[in-house]
């Protein structure tokens, strides 16, 4: 079983949040039931991947930065994450308390580790703020991790 990790931008615009489920589901087709699934769940990129995960019959284990973090989430995602939360094979709770930018890093390096390969659904550009998309794809390159990095052709954040 290969384990994948996802790290993504949360808050995707209308028909850039359709395109990233498309190239993730095609991207990890391929593994079918033989991968296991890593994510944080945020709304975005990482609930796309879970949800091509599960769609594909693999386990997928979620990593939960603290206990403030389904809050942090925007409320019309909650029923998605709960669904999502219940749906996992394991869950990995970290045990801080704030959903803080130490927090959301502290998930991405664990998420890392725990991964044989990262996707990153990444336009590019650097991180909005400590913790992001570009931090962990940093962290994983700085492990000699496989990063695959998925972006729609003329997509804009």
């Not at 019959?57 to 939960?64: I, K, R, S």
């Not at 991405?108 to 400590?130: E, F, H, M, Q, T």
């Amino acid at each position: 079983m290969i384990r994948i990790g996802i790290t993504g931008h949360r808050a995707l615009p209308p028909g850039v949040d359709a395109d990233v489920a498309d190239l993730l589901r095609a991207h990890l087709a391929p593994y079918g039931r033989a991968m296991v699934g890593l994510s944080c769940l945020a709304d975005g990129a990482d609930t796309a991947f879970a949800e091509a995960v599960l769609g594909a019959g693999a386990p997928l284990e979620v990593v939960v930065p603290a206990s403030g973090y389904r809050a942090s989430l925007p409320a019309e995602h909650h029923d998605t994450y709960d669904r999502l939360l219940a749906g996992a094979a394991r869950i990995h709770d970290l045990g801080h308390t704030a959903s803080s930018p130490e927090a959301h890093m502290a998930a991405g390096r664990l998420l890392v580790d725990r991964s044989d390969r990262l996707i990153a659904v990444w336009d590019g550009l650097p991180a909005r703020g400590p913790g992001g998309t570009a931090d962990v794809v940093a962290y994983a390159r700085s492990l000699s991790r496989p990063v695959t990095v998925l972006w729609p052709e003329g997509a804009r954040r």
